[in-house]
């Protein structure tokens, strides 16, 4: 089994989408193009409980075959990393389980194998995790509420880029960021191998008082499409070829 090209979104809220599509379909049609949601939704450092607003974090990672955290801002950083690597091990272990089943029979999982097999599979999915190359479309949701928290991405989106560059497998990050006044979500950041220059990104942005995730997300999955050709070709990969390993 070759290494593959692993593909995510990474959704920052703070809040309940009130615009436009049901992101959780979206996140499903997503899925079904090969390209993973993971959704954290953040809290302040004082806030206390759940807000009924991020009730629909865990339902969009679900359909969209992710993680969800939430967390508060202090333990951001850490999350985003444990989220992203947590998703590339579900997505492996997604892979190798189909390559089981049409080996040894429908119903046989990693979990199924004698402990053994069990510890070589496991050793394979690791190896899988390091060699892959990952495509990171980072979302964030710049509304009125997550003004505040902003800074606090950005350290932890560098910290991600930090953590990541030690695998021997190639990484592309790119940042979104939503709501845009004139468009559904704007260019922060261009597919790039490291987030070593993001200071100010978010300076320039003009917060909204509304959420459109589910819009967002859909234009997320467009900008997977539209990364550019040459890109693609310097990179070795087939811009018509699906998402696979």
Known sequence: MKPGRIKQILLLTDGCSNHGEDPVV??????????????????????????????????????????????YQKSLSQTVQMVTRQAMTQTIQ?????????????NQTIEELPPEQRGEVVEVVDELGESSD???????????????????????LFDLSLSLNARSGSNQFS?????????????????????????GIFSKLNSGGYTPTGPALKEAVYAFAGKPLMERMRNEEDPYEETGF
């Not at 997604?94 to 429908?106: A, F, R």
């Open 26 to 71: 979206v996140a499903a049609l997503a899925r079904n193009q090969g390209i993973t949601v993971n959704v954290i939704g953040v809290l302040d450092d004082r806030q206390n409980g759940k807000p009924q607003g991020l009730e629909e974090v865990e339902s969009i990672a679900e359909a969209g075959g992710g993680v969800s955290q939430i967390v």
């Open 94 to 106: 997604g892979v190798v389980n189909k390559e089981l089943q049409e080996i040894l029979g429908k």
């Open 134 to 156: 990952l495509e990171v479309l980072v979302l964030v949701d710049t509304s009125a509420s997550m003004h505040h928290k902003l800074p606090t991405v950005k350290e932890a």
């Open 175 to 199: 940042v979104y960021a939503f709501p845009d006044p004139k468009k559904t979500i704007t260019k922060m950041v261009d597919w790039t191998p490291e987030l070593g220059e993001i200071h």
